[in-house]
């Protein structure tokens, strides 16, 4: 039997939200000895960065750029991939980090997760490499502002790997504006 609360929460809501909340304070599992994962390495601003492969789709030519009015400014418009249309972020005024324009080097890196489907752009594509759990250090001192929210960590190579789901959950890179006629 669940009772009522004055705000319309029931007794099991509150134990969910407990065990959700007890579960969010649990510390991670330490990694098994040896554990890696494939990233696709890339290039922003003359800094290399990273995603785990799983949430790659593909790599595209940056060409036939739509843009589109009443957005962010770190979306740059939507681009055609095979019939599909995908919105494309540029992770450079995402993470505020210098812009040089843009260039036929471009790549379009389309990824997807969390039931949403976008292109990142990115400067060039170095390629896919194998990154040691074991070699991810914390976020680095000089990694300020928007990008250490993202961060699953640096190498000691200075390789920034992205959480592509910390990205993708940011209710920042939806646009809900709608134009009024």
């Known amino acids: 039997m669940t009772t009522k609360t004055s705000t319309n929460e029931t007794r099991d809501d509150r134990d969910i939200l407990r065990?959700?909340?007890?579960?969010l304070v649990q510390r991670p599992a330490?990694?098994?000895e040896g554990a890696a994962f494939e990233v696709l390495e890339f290039e922003l601003a003359n800094e290399r960065y990273a995603l785990e492969s799983r949430w790659v789709r593909e790599v595209s030519v940056f060409k036939d750029l739509t843009p589109l009015p009443c957005c962010p400014r770190f979306i740059l418009g939507i681009v055609n991939v095979r019939g599909?249309?995908?919105?494309?972020?540029?992770?450079?005024?995402?993470?505020?980090?210098p812009e040089k324009g843009l260039t036929d080097l471009h790549r379009i890196i389309l990824v997807g997760g969390n039931d949403l489907e976008?292109?990142?752009l990115a400067d060039t594509i170095i390629g896919v490499r194998s990154v040691s759990v074991a070699d991810l250090q914390p976020t680095l001192p000089t990694l300020t502002g928007i990008r250490a929210e993202y961060l699953k960590g640096v190498t000691g190579e200075r390789l920034v790997v992205l959480d592509l789901a910390c990205i993708l959950a940011d209710p920042r890179i939806i646009v809900h504006e709608e134009v009024e006629a």
Do not use: E, M, S, T
């Open 19 to 23: 065990a959700r909340a007890r579960a």
């Open 30 to 32: 330490r990694p098994a």
């Open 84 to 97: 599909r249309i995908h919105p494309v972020l540029d992770l450079k005024k995402f993470f505020d980090l």
């Open 118 to 120: 976008l292109g990142l």
